[in-house]
């Protein structure tokens, strides 16, 4: 994950993650330093105000001061951001129906670079909807609009993306242990800069799934997916024209095994098939499997594990894919009633072997390994009051070829929630 998104404060409906999240790690690492995830009061609107300040000392995730000089930008590869965040938070509770919405807009000031500067706006709704016993369901939105991360794209140019997603699942528990599942999604991801136009692309996802609900708690699951990828623009690719759309299917199996009061085990994993528009070459049929654990040894201490072997987008570069595998590892410790202790640590080896098509995006010179590490301190002096103080490091290995970069970084955020 790029860090120079970790001033970032994600807004997420906790309904909506719930009902969408494959396999949910009690510390998550796929954003670090960990999330501050606005919780509402029951039946109530949350307005919410909050300040960071950050230094990181490769912002633009530069191999050395050499790169920066040949890029006219001087020898600095540092920089600190300031960002002040106002926000609004919904819970209401209609009968049996459950509404929730979170959305802010926070200003970010670079200090060194501070072409970059922009405004971060995000809106996340979801209504969580029940018809009698046996019917329940989502339907929600989501909008995100930010600077793109500098873990693939090293330019000095202010390139802002945005996210739009709109979805809808339900479903039926047709026996007290089995229920039948289904869902609909849609997406959009758009960049500002015109050399990134390729890269845009509009999604759409239908899934159907099968569950046995055994009497532990647990589930035990069948699910079928398929997505459909649009991308409008061209990608230049060796001197020709490549439209990158593709058609995915996927047959999965979704466990979440509670093992005892304190063990959950969750898996989700089987057959993908991608298949190009243009270029087969790019076409990927394999395993992709998501294996994780959460462990709960005391009351204080949280710990969970994952490991992954599975394809993953990589819009920040170009529009082909990457075959990723990973492991991560978190952890969380209840110091005292108002201090927590969070440590993060991400692997991943990412192959772009399988969707090298005929030039360069994809080769197999971009084949790199990402570590990633965070350690913060979370104090809540108050029940609406939060501050966090996290220091973090990445680092990026090509295997291949010269390159990749170290970043260290340390910030300080707090929020208010009235």
Known sequence: MPWQIVFL??????????????ATDLVPTDIMPPADIIQPPADAVTPYAGYSIGYDSNLLRLQNSAAAQAMGIGSDLSDTTQRYLFGLAVDKTLSRQHLTANLNVAKVDYNHFDQLNHLDKNLAANWNWHAGDHFEGNIGANYSEGLTPFIDFH?????????????????????????VRGGLEYSKLKYDLASQQPAANNQNRTELGLDYLAAS?????????????????????????????????EVKAKIDWLLSGKTQLHFLGGWVSRKQDALPVRNFSGVNTRLSADWSPTGKIQLSVAGWREIGAVDDLSTVYSLNHGASLGSTWQYSEKI???????YQKRDFGPSSGSGTFGSINQNDVLRD??????????????????????????????????SNGVMLNTRYAF
């Open 340 to 346: 927590q202790l969070v440590a993060q640590y991400k």
């Open 217 to 249: 708690g647990s589930t035990i699951g069948l699910q079928l997916r398929h997505t459909h990828a649009d991308f409008p623009n061209p990608e230049l690719d060796n001197g020709l024209l490549v439209f990158n759309g593709y058609n995915q299917d």
């Open 155 to 179: 330019l000095l140019e202010r390139n802002i993306r945005t996210q739009e997603k709109v979805y809808a699942d339900g479903s039926w528990l047709f026996h007290p242990s089995w229920r």
């Open 9 to 22: 404060i994600p807004i997420c409906s906790c309904a909506a993650v719930a009902t969408q999240a494959s």
């Open 373 to 406: 590490a965070a350690l913060s301190v979370v104090y809540n002096p108050t029940l609406r009051w939060r501050v966090q103080l996290s220091g973090t490091r990445s680092t990026q290995t090509l295997r291949n070829a010269p390159g990749g970069f170290v």
